[in-house]
């Protein structure tokens, strides 16, 4: 597990170094360049089961470098983005991508709102916290 963003954690992620399965940067300060070195990072790593970026400045750029990431990373099972400056149309994007990339569960919550899309069987847990969802879908 890491919690330090560094040149050192990217080239260990590149690597596929075996003690990085959980990465946890939240409250970091990072933005979407910092979101594209670790997705460039991300692409082809099969280690890492669980990305944390809660909190952080990450706007409909980054996030869309996540959703692009999710394409081809298939190790990924939780994805969290919780209170960060992702817009309304971004979102769907990544739904979509979600959607088209056999993703087998996301969740976006917004206080008492939860959406939940169980898809299939790659990554198992998506969260975009405090983002305006008004409504509950399921898919199986």
Not at 4 to 18: A, C, E, F, T
Not at 33 to 48: E, F, M, P
Not at 109 to 125: A, P
């Amino acid at each position: 597990m890491s919690s330090v963003y560094s040149q050192s954690l990217l080239q260990q992620i590149s690597d596929n170094h075996r003690s990085l399965q959980v990465i946890r940067l939240n409250s970091q300060r990072l933005n979407d360049d910092h979101i594209k070195d670790l997705c460039d990072a991300l692409i082809r790593n099969t280690i890492v089961v669980e990305v944390q970026l809660s909190w952080n400045r990450i706007t409909d750029e980054g996030a869309l470098r996540i959703g692009h990431l999710l394409k081809f990373n298939k190790s990924l099972r939780v994805v969290c983005l919780d209170g960060n400056e992702i817009g309304p149309k971004v979102r769907c994007q990544v739904h979509y991508i979600v959607i088209h990339t056999y993703i087998s569960a996301v969740v976006l919550s917004h206080l008492t709102h939860v959406m939940t899309l169980f898809i299939n069987r790659e990554l198992q847990l998506l969260h975009l916290r405090l983002h305006q969802i008004i409504h509950f879908l399921r898919f199986i």
